[in-house]
């Protein structure tokens, strides 16, 4: 059984820091890319960045990038997501999400399993 177990979520102050853990289990890891979604309310789910475990090549949205960084730890079959510099607008729940493909994207379609979220929340 695929799952997936997110952590590391928070209430922190604007321009602050969070590191989000994305624990894999269930599948061979290596065979599949990784991805972080978030929502927050009233507005659709995006992609934030996402990452191939076998080939690297990380993907991040325009709004974060210089800012986050995900980055897997494959020993640990973990993905993180290091958040920095946090804004108010990056107020959401957060999503790991895996799909078996060595290529990684942001659209949540093409993932088949979904973590059940972590909350960040940005004070102003």
């Known amino acids: 059984e695929v799952q997936l177990v997110e952590s590391g979520g928070g209430l922190v102050q604007a321009g602050g820091s969070l590191r989000l853990s994305c624990v894999a289990s269930?599948?061979?890891?290596?065979?599949?890319?990784i991805g972080w979604f978030r929502q927050a309310p009233g507005k659709a789910r995006e992609g934030v960045s996402c990452i191939s475990v076998t080939e690297g090549n990380p993907t991040y949205i325009g709004s974060v990038k210089g800012r986050f960084t995900i980055s897997s730890d494959n020993a640990k079959n973990t993905v993180y997501l290091q958040l920095n510099n946090l804004k108010p607008e990056d107020t959401a729940v957060y999503y790991c999400?895996?799909?078996?493909?060595?290529?990684?994207?942001?659209?949540?379609?093409?993932?088949?399993?979904w973590g059940q979220g972590t909350q960040v929340t940005v004070s102003s």
């Open positions: 269930g599948f061979r890891y290596e065979d599949y890319s």
């Open positions: 999400t895996t799909r078996r493909s060595i290529v990684a994207s942001l659209e949540d379609t093409e993932y088949d399993y």
